[in-house]
């Protein structure tokens, strides 16, 4: 009895950290893995003995292989292994509307004109629907030419594929990213506490607009609500971090934990705050935002496209204008004295359906599994 081989699945990437893999880069292939019997590969720039300690548990399954530095240009470099693995790729993963996309579709259609492709264009929204995508013009007349070859293009939020389907020549497919459906567990114990997780002090996260907010609210809301910061820190932004804190008094309220590497730990924390906040100038989807989501965190987030679909049209959280320091103090204090006086209290088995309907990967990977299936 023969068994039929399992088809390949390579997400193909510039560069991937351990972090990544419990993102979108990792998971999808991880869940169509398991689920959907693909033998997943990511393919990057590392170094061989890179420490990947989320591919022993939590993405078990996927294997990581290094691309050659064969050039020194990262763009001409997986071009360059593309051409000699190409045959072996039943479906390619790409990420991102840029250069290196559009070559290594190209390379690698011309190789396996019989292999798939999925372009996950991980796009923000409020960024993609202002792109200069007049018809008739060249970057139109590329796009339908080379992403026109692809099986699927999809994006991470409903109204940019609204706009797409009317102004880009090529189908765009909703797939946004998700949580495992196990990890979908908002009836947690929560304490008073404001939590934000990411690459903290850089220009996209705002951190400094969080803290400045904060600052503002602190003196009208309860000495029992904490501000609590996680994730990797810019040097120089820490340095500032410390001394506005001592400036206004806040060492006690506000804390940085620093990066979290373990995901039972993550998770803890995640259920353990009351809300989850993201300042953020631009998101192409706000995972982490997802993921608080999943633990019954209320969210507080720049008012961008991906977060008000996350909130579910503001049943889960509410948005602020970016960078507005005065009006995302005034929902701190809102939001805060609400919950204090249990006015505010999410509806658990609401926001389970919310979740599970929308935002678990293996629904979105059946979804997506489908499209591949019938391309």
Known sequence: MTHEMKKTFY??????????????VGMFPYVLGKYFGYQPYIVSYHKP??????????????????RGRYTGNPILDGGIWLW??????????????????FLWILIYKRRNPKGKVWLKLDIDANAGIHMNMRKGSLKWFLTRHILGKCSVVSAETKIFCRYAACNWPVKIDYIPNGVLKADIKPGCRKEKQILTVGRLGTKQKATETLIKAFQKAEGAISGEWK????????PLFEGRLYRYLKKYHLSQRVTYIGEITNRAALNRIY?????????SR???????ALEALSKGCYLLTTDLYSFRELNGG????????????????RLIVQVCSSIDSLQLRIQKNELTAFL?????????CRKLHKKLSQS
């Open 271 to 279: 259920s353990e705050s009351a809300v989850f906040t993201m300042p």
């Open 227 to 234: 501000l609590v910061l996680a994730g990797p820190i810019d």
């Open 84 to 101: 000699a693995h190409a045959k072996d790729i039943d479906i390619l993963n790409l990420y991102h509307f840029k250069p290196s996309s």
């Open 314 to 329: 503001g049943r889960f959280g509410k948005c602020f204008p970016v960078d507005d320091v005065d009006a995302y103090a």
């Open 49 to 66: 003995k890179t420490d990947f300690p989320y591919l022993q548990q939590e993405v078990k399954g996927v294997l990581l292989k290094s």
């Open 356 to 364: 599970e309907e929308n935002y678990t990967y293996e629904n979105v």
């Open 282 to 288: 631009w998101e192409s989807f706000g995972i982490a």
């Open 11 to 24: 997400t193909l990437m510039e560069q991937v950290e351990n972090v990544h893999l419990m993102k979108d």
